[in-house]
């Protein structure tokens, strides 16, 4: 369901792009930043967070999607 049914793009996006990619990204590059690294290291965390969320949301989508009978 998560990663080749309905939720597949959501879960690409959501979870392996904006929560899982970019923050990584943020954090590598924020020591070259220096004058705005706090906020890159907010935003970043802000992102992991809404990965994580979107995760649990379609996990929790996922296992009620399948019919019981």
């Known amino acids: 369901e998560m990663t080749r049914g309905p939720h597949a793009r959501d879960f690409v996006w959501n979870v392996m792009t904006a929560g899982t ?5 943020l954090l590598v590059a924020s020591p070259w ?7 890159l ?4 965390s ?5 990965g994580l969320y979107r995760y649990e949301r ?3 989508l996922a296992g009620q999607s399948v019919p019981l009978s």
């Open 58 to 60: 379609m996990w929790t």
């Open 41 to 44: 290291t907010l935003m970043a």
């Open 46 to 50: 802000l992102l992991a967070l809404w």
């Open 21 to 25: 990619t970019l923050p990584l990204m």
């Open 33 to 39: 930043a220096a004058p705005v690294s706090s906020s």
